[in-house]
């Protein structure tokens, strides 16, 4: 135990990256009663292996790091159902956006959920905390280009999911929406 | 209307997006059974350091 320094330990920081840690198993579990049962999972482990822990390191990193290796182990031992749910799911249904081309923001996650989980770990990590390409590789212990790909795939089919790739989507093409539209109110012209 | 434009606009609202819903996760409350958990385990810390050598996984 390293308490012959002044540098405070690390383990008295772990309860900052709690919010984080939290945030990081939703976007991976979908479901808070797992991604809770994850970070308590994840904490356990992180204590055991503190001594693993370089300091001075980005600590939130490697949290992340253990909370999905955790994930993924758990993942494994469950083995198909969640996965069958990625693929089937992935299938179904788009989300079309509000006029205006925007989404609302429980429709966005709704269709993110259906991401496989890859491409949701990867565009979380970069796209929402800010890590970079690097970093994010290394959480997940692949290159940079698969992150890379994992993200240009995820907002491909986001994209696709969304229906929001190509503008004849957002303009409205049926005529009698459009009539309806334009009689009641001023059409909002594509912003997109 | 081109689609380099179109394809950062795209971009930045899916970013945007993603931003939003972790910091809608981010912004709830971390329950108490975490604070327990931490608590839980440093106490058992301080104790192994005190018996000095007992050590096991």
Same mark, same amino acid.
């Given at each position: 135990?390293?308490?012959?320094?002044?540098? +405070?330990?690390? =383990?008295?920081?772990?309860?900052?990256?709690?919010?984080?840690?939290?945030?990081?198993?939703?976007?991976?579990?979908? @479901?808070?009663? !797992?991604?809770?049962?994850?970070?308590?999972?994840?904490?356990?482990?992180?204590? #055991?292996?503190?001594?693993?822990?370089?300091?001075?390191?980005?600590? =939130?990193?490697?949290?992340?790091?253990?909370?999905?290796?955790?994930?993924?182990?758990?993942? *494994?031992?469950? #083995? *198909?159902?969640?996965?069958?749910?990625?693929?089937?799911?992935?299938?179904?249904? /788009? %989300?079309? +956006?509000?006029?205006?081309?925007?989404?609302?923001?429980?429709?966005? %996650?709704?269709?993110?959920?259906?991401? +496989?989980?890859?491409?949701? %770990? &990867?565009?979380?990590?970069?796209?929402?905390?800010?890590?970079?390409?690097?970093?994010?590789?290394?959480?997940?212990?692949?290159?940079?280009?698969?992150?890379?790909? =994992?993200?240009?795939?995820?907002? !491909?089919?986001?994209?696709?999911?969304?229906?929001?790739?190509?503008?004849? /989507?957002?303009?409205?093409?049926?005529? &009698?929406?459009?009539?309806?539209?334009?009689?009641?109110?001023?059409? *909002?012209? @594509?912003?997109? | 209307?081109?689609?380099? #434009?179109?394809?950062?606009?795209?971009?930045?609202?899916?970013?945007? @997006?993603?931003?939003?819903?972790?910091? =809608?996760?981010?912004?709830?409350?971390? +329950?108490?059974?975490?604070?327990?958990?931490?608590?839980?385990?440093?106490? &058992?810390? %301080?104790?192994?350091?005190?018996?000095?050598?007992?050590?096991?996984?």
């Amino acid at each position: 135990m390293a308490t012959d320094s002044d540098a +405070p330990d690390p =383990r008295d920081e772990v309860v900052e990256h709690l919010p984080a840690m939290r945030a990081f198993a939703a976007s991976l579990t979908r @479901n808070s009663a !797992a991604a809770d049962d994850l970070v308590q999972d994840t904490i356990v482990k992180a204590w #055991k292996n503190f001594d693993k822990f370089q300091e001075g390191t980005n600590l =939130r990193a490697w949290l992340f790091t253990i909370l999905r290796n955790t994930f993924y182990s758990d993942l *494994r031992k469950k #083995k *198909r159902e969640v996965e069958d749910v990625d693929g089937v799911m992935a299938g179904t249904l /788009s %989300e079309k +956006p509000h006029h205006d081309g925007r989404l609302a923001l429980m429709d966005f %996650e709704k269709v993110f959920q259906r991401l +496989p989980v890859e491409q949701r %770990e &990867a565009l979380i990590l970069v796209g929402a905390t800010g890590m970079s390409y690097e970093e994010a590789a290394e959480t997940c212990g692949v290159a940079i280009g698969t992150i890379k790909s =994992r993200i240009n795939r995820g907002r !491909a089919r986001l994209a696709e999911l969304l229906d929001i790739n190509d503008d004849d /989507s957002i303009e409205m093409t049926d005529q &009698a929406t459009m009539a309806v539209v334009t009689s009641g109110m001023s059409v *909002r012209k @594509n912003t997109g | 209307m081109t689609d380099d #434009k179109d394809k950062d606009n795209l971009e930045q609202q899916i970013d945007e @997006n993603l931003r939003k819903v972790f910091q =809608r996760h981010l912004e709830e409350e971390v +329950p108490d059974k975490f604070m327990d958990l931490l608590a839980q385990l440093k106490k &058992a810390d %301080e104790k192994a350091d005190e018996k000095g050598s007992a050590h096991g996984d």
